[in-house]
């Protein structure tokens, strides 16, 4: 992996990509956090703007094993051994995937009070680790 720039943070991962990153988890001040980015109705298009919400070492470890899985989703779909119905996960981690998707989403809701908002600037770290992914992510939040 490449070297982070001065002042940003690594993101682990991404959940939602729509014309760029849209929620995932990403270091706040070195600490797991669940980010949203915010959708402006007035630009209709997102902002720079995200919520934050923090997250244990405990969903992050599940995050990034929910990653891996669909990452190996991501590569069979891309050499057609799968196809779109079986999207995010392959047939034998789909039961994984589910449990640690609702482990996830059940800490996100709990921390729903404590939720931030912060500016966000994401960049690439490198170049794609595999064809048809996105590149490993950087980002730098500043307060608004």
Do not use: C
Not at 24 to 39: D, K, L, Q, S, T
Request: proline share 7%; glycine share 4%; charged share 30%.
């Amino acid at each position: 992996m490449a070297k982070l720039e001065q002042g940003f943070e690594i993101v682990h991962a991404v959940h939602d990509y729509w014309d760029g990153p849209r929620s995932g988890v990403a270091e706040y001040r070195g600490r797991p956090h669940w980010f949203e980015n915010i959708f402006d109705e007035r630009q209709d298009d997102y902002s720079d703007l995200f919520w934050l919400k923090p997250l244990s070492d405990e969903i992050l470890r599940q995050e990034q094993q929910r990653s891996a899985i669909f990452l190996r989703w991501q590569q069979a779909f891309h050499r057609r051994e799968v196809d779109v119905s079986t999207h995010p996960a392959l047939p034998q981690d789909k039961e994984t995937y589910d449990r640690l998707a609702n482990a996830i989403q059940q800490e996100i809701a709990a921390n729903s009070s404590l939720r931030f908002k912060v500016k966000g600037q994401l960049k690439p770290l490198g170049p794609p680790a595999a064809p048809g992914t996105i590149s490993d992510l950087q980002v730098k939040w500043d307060p608004e």
